[in-house]
């Protein structure tokens, strides 16, 4: 365990389903990030939550949305998703974003496979 | 856009010595971090370089030369646990983390 925990770790879903991530820290970190990871290719930010305000929505359609309730939980909903978005999403936390060292720690993400 | 690069894949004996370059070209420059990820498993925090050199921890070592837009990861006395995928990341003048697309390093006996 790294102190980051996501659930559920594997997922298949249909186009037309609606299903959700879920990611939860008790790091005492203030800023939560979604990413996403696709095999052969950089780490995408998606999205950056910092003492539970969204700061950084990276251009992600609108078929992911992100909620997070308090600084501990952060999901990703999904919604009539496309195959092309299978991929790995890597959930992270860091005491807050921006200046110093801001070390990730990052959860063992959630497989998703869209059929 | 920000540009990092490193190799695809690497592959040593165990005991060996092996080095993972990284180049980036990003807007400004506020640190390089390592990351290493074993298959199925969570990134984990490797190593933070943001003065120019070398910083040593263990069996891993990183370099950093800013000027160049370069840094190396070097894993000594390789073990078959070493066997993983090597991320580089590099934090820009707005402070906005960028990754490569990992190095995938395997230790063969």
């Known amino acids: 365990e790294t102190g980051v925990t996501q659930t559920p770790r594997h997922l298949v879903m249909g186009m037309t389903n609606k299903k959700s991530l879920k990611c939860e820290q008790h790091?005492?970190?203030?800023?939560m990030y979604w990413y996403k990871q696709s095999a052969k290719k950089p780490l995408e930010l998606m999205f950056v939550?910092?003492?539970?305000?969204?700061?950084e929505n990276n251009s992600v359609p609108s078929r992911f949305s992100p909620e997070c309730p308090n600084s501990s939980h952060l999901f990703l909903h999904l919604h009539t998703l496309q195959p092309e978005d299978s991929a790995l999403y890597l959930c992270?936390?860091?005491?807050?974003?921006?200046?110093?060292?801001?070390?990730?720690?990052f959860g063992a993400g959630s497989r998703l496979t869209v059929l | 856009g920000q540009n990092i690069d490193q190799p695809t894949e690497m592959t040593a004996t165990e005991g060996a010595i092996v080095q993972i370059n990284c180049t980036y070209q990003?807007?400004?420059?506020?640190?390089l971090f390592w990351y290493q990820q074993h298959a199925g498993e969570a990134p984990t925090f490797l190593s933070y370089?943001?003065?120019?050199g070398l910083e040593e921890k263990g069996r891993f070592s990183s370099f950093l030369s800013r000027s160049k837009g370069y840094s190396y990861l070097l894993l000594k006395e390789l073990q078959m646990k070493d066997s993983a995928s090597y991320l580089c990341a590099v934090r820009d003048n707005d402070y906005k983390l960028s990754f490569g697309a990992g190095t995938t390093v395997t230790v063969r006996a």
């Open positions: 790091l005492g970190h203030n800023a």
């Open positions: 992270a936390s860091s005491q807050e974003e921006g200046a110093g060292a801001n070390v990730l720690t």
């Open positions: 370089n943001v003065l120019d």
């Open positions: 939550y910092n003492f539970k305000e969204q700061t």
């Open positions: 990003t807007s400004g420059f506020n640190g």
